[in-house]
Structure formats: structure tokens, C-alpha cells
């Protein structure tokens, strides 16, 4: 059996030592490797240096002194350290700061400073809350928000339009070479406004171009690459010059001249009126006047105006009086006597104090009258009515005719009596001369039938009275029928024996 221990210079030595627990300090010399683990239920003061392959604590508490107690990662190449750096992690989420190539800490959360802080490089302001450090003088902000002010020291350009050219200290529109103080390019135009002399100062166009003044989008002066000032529009001609001074000219062109280019107008003074002012020609004994006369105002010639071929004369841009004709618009006149007329359309009432002499043909009609509805045309020899018409006497009709039917007289008023002399033919093309009532067909009266027949009807209705007349007479037979019964055809009877001669 061996020995427990060993005592060796009072010390006790053991091979093996199985302890449950120790009480008291303890001071332990040499090293001490630990093959199980560890646990310390109380604070474990390192005095040296802690070296451990994974450190894992909750909290982590350094005191103020870097150099002996925050946390370090040391390497003998930059790739040793690129990864170090702090962990926190829970469930499947976490957040790092760690050292990256470059001379970078990352992290993939944000950095969240306490109220009134900022950031800092080399112990100056970058970014604080709501500005920009001064040292801060270059972006590549493409928005920025409403700017109190704007201070640009050197060039600046605006949305590609507008350049700001610090060197020359002009602003150009369109254009990166401005040549004046303010440019304007556009349509291969530049317009500038400028001061290149002392005391002097210039508008107008840099290239070889007009300028015109324009208000309500009309041109007021233009003033032409040629020198030429124009005043007013060629399409309104409403140009109105006023000089409240001296206008002094070296050559003065009045409308005395030939042509002119700009109406005559003529004004009243405190002494005279408009009224005698207009042309005038004295080339003759008594002078040739074209002026304005009062009540009413109008224009007077003392000759004839005498308008070129095609020409017309004209009232608020409509042609009243032509070389051969007068304008639509003229519709009232006392004209006594006209021309030989091609048609002739009245719209209202008609008054012919004499006759009417037509000299077209028979199938032209020499008076037509027509309306929506109908129409009457009435020729030499006829008169020809396109739906119905009628004859009346104090509006009650004597005569009506369509195209069934042919009324003489009125059934409302029956007393009236209707006479007719000579021949009456109905449904004949001649008149038997011998008779004055020749009829082709059957005929009713007194509200009796009479027809014709060689026997009695076999058909058709009759009434008790109608008589039927014999066509074919011979001895032994019968003058007629009559019908003695009403009925189709109802029942007859003879009579009118006819003896033998």
C-alpha cells in the first residue's frame, strides 16, 4: 500500500486529493490546470492577465483605465483582427460590432446617441441633430428642403438651365457663357441685360436677332437687326405713339406723301369739328370732296364712286350692293318696277293690281301655290292638285274633290239648289243627243234602285220597291221585276204584261 502524502521541508505532499470543500484563504503557488470545471459562486480577482479560448458573461465591466481593463484583440497581421469585436445575441437575432478591412467598425444596428449629443471626428463636430458640422463643406446632396438663405461662393448650376459663373459674376439661362450680367438663350436667340460701359446700360440681343416689346401677346415696338423701330402690329394696326415733349427728326415723311403706311385720322380742336374734314382735290373749278357730314354722321362725295369689276359694296362685312345683284341681306325696298323675273318666291301676303301675263308653255304651270302638304299648279289649259281640294262660299263647301271621292254641293246645307244646263252624261264618253240625263250604269232615287236584266236578280241585296227593268222586251214577256220582299236577293214579282201586236 503507498503512502497518502509525503512530508518534505514542512510541506505536505499529495499525489491525489479529493476534496469536498475547503474553508478559509488559500494562497496557492505555481500553476494550477483545472481539467473539469470551474465554478465560482463568488467574485474571482484576477490580479494578472485572463486568457481564455471563449469568454461568455452576462455583464461586462470594465473600470476607467483602457490600457489595464477594456477589452483588446491583438494579431501580428490585420486579418487576425478583421471579426473581432463585440457580440449580443437572444433567441435567433443578435447584433454586432466587429473590426472590418480597412481600418472600419461595423455593425448591423443603428447608432442611437442620447439628446444633445453628436457625432465627432477627431474630437470636432460632423452631424448633430438638426445640422451639419462647419467643417463640413462637400456633399452630393441631390434634395435638399425650403432654404432660409443661399450663399454660393463660387459657380453654381440650377436644373441644368440656369448657370451662375462666379469668375465673370453673370448669370446665364440656357446658356453656360453668358454675355451679360444676366442671359437669356433660346431659339438660337440670346437676350441680355448688361452694363459693358461706365454709365451705360445695355437690353436688347446678343446675337443677330429682333427684339420685340410685346403685352397681351401682340408686338408693341420692335426694333429690327437692321436698326428699323416698329411700332404696333401690321395685323392690328393699333399702335398709338405719344410724345409728352420734343420730337426732333432729321427727315420728316408725312402722309402728304404717295404711300402711306398708317391711316389718316382726323381730330377735333377747341375751334373746329370732324365735321367738312376729309379729302379733298382741286384739280378742277369746283374742288372734289370726300369728307364727313352731321345729322347723320356719314360720309359724302361730291361725285360718283365708281368700284373696280367684282366688286361689291359692302354694310358690317356683308355684300349689299353687287354689279349684278343685291346682297341677301337686303330685303326690304320700294321698287315700283323690275326686270324680267326667273322665279318669283313669296313668303307672305300678295297684291296684284293688274293682270297676270304668262308666256311659258302649256306643261309649264303659270301659277304655283304649294305648302308642306299639298301643291297647285295651274297651267294654260288645266289645273292640277296634288292631294285634295275644294270650292267654298263663306267658308261652306260647294265643291269637293280627292282622289276617291267627288262632292257637289254640302249635305249640311240641302236647300241649296244646284242647276245644270245642257246634257248630262254619267260614266260615257258620249251623250245620246236625244236625252239630257245619259247614264252608263245602274241608278238609285227617292231611294229606289233601278237596274237592268233579263230575268229578275239572282244575287245581291235589294229592298222591297227596286225594280229591275227588262233588257231583252219580247211579246208574252214582262216590262220588269219588282222586289216585293227585302232580302239577297229578296223575292220579285213581274208586271207589265207585253201582248201580242
Given at each position: 500500500?503507498?503512502?497518502?502524502?509525503?512530508?518534505?521541508?514542512?510541506?505536505?505532499?499529495?499525489?491525489?486529493?479529493?476534496?469536498?470543500?475547503?474553508?478559509?484563504?488559500?494562497?496557492?503557488?505555481g500553476s494550477l490546470e483545472v481539467l473539469g470545471n470551474t465554478k465560482f459562486r463568488s467574485n474571482l480577482n484576477v490580479v494578472g492577465t485572463l486568457t481564455a479560448g471563449t469568454l461568455q458573461v452576462d455583464n461586462l465591466i470594465v473600470n476607467n483605465n483602457p490600457l489595464q481593463t477594456s477589452a483588446s484583440w491583438s494579431g501580428t497581421s490585420e486579418n487576425e483582427v478583421v471579426g473581432q469585436g463585440l457580440s449580443w445575441s437572444w433567441g435567433k437575432d443578435g447584433v454586432k460590432l466587429i473590426y472590418r478591412q480597412g481600418k472600419k467598425l461595423w455593425s448591423n444596428a443603428d447608432f442611437d446617441l442620447a439628446a444633445g449629443q453628436t457625432y465627432k471626428i477627431d474630437d470636432i463636430e460632423v452631424i448633430g441633430f438638426d445640422y451639419l458640422g462647419s467643417q463640413v463643406t462637400k456633399s452630393n446632396l441631390r434634395k435638399v428642403g425650403t432654404l432660409d438663405s443661399l450663399d454660393v461662393s463660387g459657380n453654381a448650376s440650377v436644373g441644368?438651365?440656369?448657370?451662375?459663373?462666379?469668375?465673370?459674376?453673370?448669370?446665364?439661362?440656357?446658356?453656360?457663357?453668358?454675355?451679360?450680367?444676366?442671359?437669356?438663350?433660346?431659339?438660337?436667340?440670346?437676350?441680355?441685360?448688361?452694363?459693358?460701359?461706365?454709365?451705360?446700360?445695355?437690353?436688347?440681343?446678343?446675337?443677330?436677332?429682333?427684339?420685340?416689346?410685346?403685352?397681351?401677346?401682340?408686338?408693341?415696338?420692335?426694333?429690327?437687326?437692321t436698326g428699323e423701330v416698329i411700332f404696333g402690329s401690321a395685323l392690328t394696326n393699333s399702335a398709338i405713339v405719344t410724345i409728352n415733349g420734343t420730337l426732333n427728326v432729321t427727315t420728316l415723311l408725312s402722309d402728304t406723301r404717295v404711300d402711306t403706311y398708317s391711316p389718316i385720322e382726323f381730330k377735333p380742336s377747341d375751334n373746329n369739328s370732324i365735321y367738312g374734314l376729309g379729302l379733298v382735290w382741286k384739280d378742277t373749278t369746283i374742288p372734289t370732296r370726300f369728307v364727313l357730314q352731321p345729322n347723320p354722321d356719314?360720309?359724302?362725295?361730291?361725285?360718283?364712286?365708281d368700284l373696280d369689276a367684282n366688286q361689291s359694296y359692302y354694310i358690317n362685312e356683308q355684300p349689299v350692293l353687287s354689279k349684278s345683284g343685291l346682297g341677301t341681306t337686303v330685303v326690304d325696298s320700294n321698287l315700283t318696277s323690275v326686270g324680267t323675273l326667273n322665279s318669283l318666291l313669296v313668303s307672305g301676303n300678295s297684291d296684284v293690281g293688274g293682270a297676270i301675263t304668262s308666256r311659258?308653255?302649256?306643261?309649264?304651270?303659270?301659277?304655283?301655290?304649294?305648302?308642306?302638304?299639298s301643291s297647285i299648279d295651274l297651267t294654260s289649259d288645266r289645273l292640277n292638285i296634288s292631294k285634295n281640294f275644294a270650292i267654298s262660299v263663306a267658308f261652306d263647301n260647294l265643291f269637293y274633290a280627292d282622289a276617291m271621292n267627288i262632292s257637289l254641293g254640302n249635305k249640311l246645307n240641302?236647300?241649296?239648289?244646284?242647276?245644270?244646263?245642257?246634257?248630262?252624261?254619267i260614266g260615257l264618253s258620249s251623250i245620246d243627243p236625244s236625252v239630257s240625263l245619259d247614264v252608263s250604269g245602274s241608278v238609285r232615287f227617292s231611294g229606289k234602285k233601278f237596274i237592268?236584266?233579263?230575268?229578275?236578280?239572282?244575287?245581291?241585296?235589294?229592298?222591297?220597291?227596286?225594280?229591275?227593268?227588262?233588257?231583252?222586251?219580247?211579246?208574252?214577256s214582262y216590262i220588269g221585276w219588282v222586289c216585293i220582299a227585302d232580302g239577297g236577293p229578296g223575292q220579285w214579282a213581274p208586271f207589265g204584261s207585253i201582248s201580242q201586236q
Open positions: 500500500m503507498s503512502k497518502p502524502f509525503d512530508i518534505q521541508n514542512d510541506k505536505v505532499i499529495i499525489s491525489t486529493l479529493n476534496l469536498q470543500s475547503l474553508e478559509g484563504t488559500i494562497t496557492h503557488t441644368q438651365f440656369a448657370f451662375f459663373n462666379e469668375a465673370l459674376c453673370r448669370l446665364g439661362i440656357n446658356t453656360e457663357q453668358p454675355n451679360g450680367i444676366l442671359s437669356v438663350a433660346e431659339n438660337n436667340v440670346e437676350f441680355i441685360i448688361a452694363a459693358p460701359n461706365y454709365g451705360v446700360a445695355t437690353v436688347g440681343t446678343y446675337t443677330n436677332s429682333d427684339v420685340s416689346i410685346i403685352t397681351d401677346n401682340t408686338p408693341r415696338v420692335t426694333v429690327k437687326n356719314r360720309l359724302f362725295s361730291t361725285i360718283s364712286i311659258t308653255s302649256v306643261l309649264t304651270p303659270l301659277l304655283k301655290v304649294s305648302n308642306n302638304n240641302s236647300n241649296r239648289t244646284i242647276n245644270l244646263y245642257g246634257q248630262v252624261g237592268t236584266g233579263n230575268s229578275s236578280p239572282a244575287q245581291g241585296s235589294f229592298a222591297k220597291g227596286d225594280i229591275c227593268w227588262n233588257q231583252t222586251p219580247v211579246p208574252g
